[in-house]
């Protein structure tokens, strides 16, 4: 049973920066592909940044391209989201997603418990 347990958020000025992370366990062969979306008031759940099991290769949201990066680092379990620039239309609750190695045949995923990142001056 995988278990994601996420930090960093709250509340920052627009243009300032925040670093989320997410903790990872439970996954005993392989890595899993990870993932962080993200939830605002009154919206569908979008997917903002994805990355691969040895973080080779990872993908954006155009909405946040160019100012937000996503990282792992296998060692520490652990996921990174550094957000840069962050604008009030980032305010969200930002979720950490998982996917095992055998996701196309279990599809089970995990969530982690969502971590508030509020931008307002």
């Known amino acids: 049973q995988g278990q994601l347990v996420e930090s960093g958020g709250g509340l920052v000025q627009p243009g300032g920066s925040l670093r989320l992370s997410c903790v990872v366990s439970?996954?005993?062969?392989?890595?899993?592909?990870m993932s962080w979306y993200r939830q605002a008031p009154g919206k569908e759940r979008e997917l903002v940044a994805g990355?691969?099991?040895?973080?080779?290769?990872?993908n954006y949201a155009d909405s946040v391209k160019g100012r937000f990066t996503i990282s792992r680092d296998n060692a520490k379990n652990t996921v990174y989201l550094q957000m840069n620039s962050l604008k009030p239309e980032d305010t969200a609750v930002y979720y950490c997603?998982?996917?095992?190695?055998?996701?196309?045949?279990?599809?089970?995923?995990?969530w982690g418990q969502g971590t508030q990142v509020t931008v307002s001056s």
């Open positions: 997603n998982a996917r095992p190695w055998d996701y196309f045949r279990s599809r089970r995923e995990y």
């Open positions: 439970g996954f005993t062969f392989r890595q899993p592909v």
């Open positions: 990355i691969t099991t040895t973080g080779g290769i990872t």
